[in-house]
């Protein structure tokens, strides 16, 4: 019943040209990184709204079932509720929506469903657990599990520790695909903005081996005369 009444709120704010807009945007097209993804065309703060409303008081084994449909919004829907779940549940409820995350990333198949949750669910969960996993899912061929690494890197930055958003830098230094340039260095800024030394460091040592769109993202909060030193390779 839940699902259903989700379901039928998210038709309810579907626009037509919206869903054609978000179909190009998000790369749908034959070849593309989300090929054949379909959507309604609502607006982030309408799914936000949605998930506020259920997530209380629908179950995981409901979630677990709209995280795999067919259209973005629900799959969103369905993410941001695991996200406001999470830091009201109990060890072992967070450990099963975790889990439940991990197992349908190939549901959570685009940069917008990865950047709204890996920080709030993977990060935090296996900060206190298991950070070496993180490595796991950077060392995999699956490009979503790939950017939820660094990504989940995100809390590890909250909480002043920065040695695994290195580390996954430095494996992603060499990675062949633009998404994981804009999240590496993107990630490297944020470390930037709370110990510059630390950034100094990388750059001072990997610069001239960066790819272009990684190292543009990750300098973009430091001096400008700074800037111009590490844009010359």
Same mark, same amino acid.
């Given at each position: ?6 379901? $039928?709120?998210?038709?309810? %704010?579907? /626009? ?6 978000? !179909?190009? %945007? ?12 379909? %959507? ?19 179950? &995981?084994?409901?979630? *677990? ?12 829907? !369905? ?20 889990? &439940?995350?991990? $197992? ?5 198949? $685009? ?6 949750? !890996? ?7 296996? %900060? ?12 995999? *061929? ?25 580390? &996954? ?32 460091? =990388?750059? /001072?040592? =990997? ?27």
């Amino acid at each position: 019943m839940n699902i259903e009444q989700i379901l $039928n709120e998210l038709k309810n %704010f579907s /626009d037509k040209k919206l869903a054609d807009h978000h !179909a190009k %945007f998000f790369k749908t097209g034959k070849g593309e990184y989300a090929e054949g993804d379909l %959507f309604y065309g609502i607006k982030v703060p309408e799914v936000r709204k949605i998930s506020n409303k259920y997530f209380k008081n629908i179950d &995981l084994n409901e979630i *677990d079932i709209l995280i795999k449909n067919p259209f973005h919004e629900a799959r969103l829907t !369905a993410i941001l509720m695991l996200v406001l779940k999470y830091p009201k549940s109990s060890f072992e409820e967070k450990e099963k929506i975790y889990n &439940l995350y991990l $197992n349908n990333v190939n549901y959570i198949n $685009n940069w917008d469903l990865v950047d709204i949750s !890996a920080q709030y669910v993977v990060g935090p969960f296996l %900060f206190k657990n298991n950070p070496q996993k993180l490595l796991e899912l950077a060392e995999s *061929d699956h490009l979503w599990s790939q950017r939820i690494s660094i990504l989940a890197t995100f809390y590890f930055i909250r909480q002043g520790e920065y040695s695994q958003t290195i580390e &996954l830098a430095k494996l992603f230094l060499n990675h062949n695909h633009d998404l994981m340039h804009k999240a590496t260095g993107w990630m490297l800024r944020e470390v930037g903005k709370r110990d510059i030394n630390v950034l100094y460091s =990388f750059l /001072d040592k =990997f610069h001239k081996v960066m790819p272009r769109t990684m190292l543009r993202y990750s300098i973009e909060k430091i001096p400008k005369e700074k800037r111009s030193i590490y844009m010359k390779k």
